[in-house]
């Protein structure tokens, strides 16, 4: 509780919450998405999910531990999250535009292992990679902010307490996501956008305010670091 009490790390267990909501509506919403309004076969929404795996492995493995190294945790996961609201609107924007489910008047049909792939599908699967890469970026950035500012001898309870977070928005994203998806087909696409902004805002808030943590020294309810002893 004492860990918590941190503003910098209940910031990022906000973002951590929002983020991952995000995602988890886009997921549970997609495959509606597809077949309904583009009339996407199952053998195409297997390619879909297959690629969104895909993207997400090479670039946590490839990407994410390059630039790591180079940028700071705060910077990472903000620049991920600019990349998510860049993702969502893509997507809003793709059936937005009302160019029908086959884009008729500038198909572009490539054939890539027996699929035929149109300009729509183009806009599609970038969006989609968008929206990953931003994911991929925010997951270990925040994880890693949030640990390296909790005292050690609670991190454990803190990244419990963080997983919790994830599972329950995972919980209250499709609660959220499908009845706003019947109403309104790219609600949960704009939503998604709207909050990662949100979610840019606090970490810039986290990310200014608070400090790694050192021995003797801790956060008080301003965010200010001063000794323990005072």
Known sequence: RKALAIPSVGLLLLTSFLYVFCFATLEVILSLFLREHYKFEIKELLLVFTYIGLVLFFVQM???????????????????????VGGFLLLALMHDSGGGPKFDFLSIVIV??????????????GGLAVVVCGFSC???????????RTDPAQQGTVMGVTDSVQSLSRIVGPLVGLPLYHAIVVGPLYLGA?????????????????????????????GQVSSAGE
């Not at 925010?138 to 390296?148: D, E, H, Q, T, V």
């Not at 200014?208 to 020294?217: A, C, M, S, T, V």
Request: glycine residues 12%.
């Open 62 to 84: 490839g990407f994410v531990r390059r630039i790591s190294k180079r940028v700071s945790e705060g910077v990472l996961s903000i620049g991920g999250s600019l990349v998510m």
């Open 194 to 222: 709207i909050l990662m902004v949100v979610g840019i805002l606090l970490l810039k808030v986290a990310v200014g305010r608070g400090k790694d943590f050192e021995p003797g020294l801790q956060e008080d309810p301003s």
């Open 112 to 125: 890539i292992l027996g699929f035929h792939i149109t300009l729509q599908d183009l806009i599609l699967f």
């Open 138 to 148: 925010m997951r270990p950035a925040i994880n890693s902010l949030i640990s390296r």
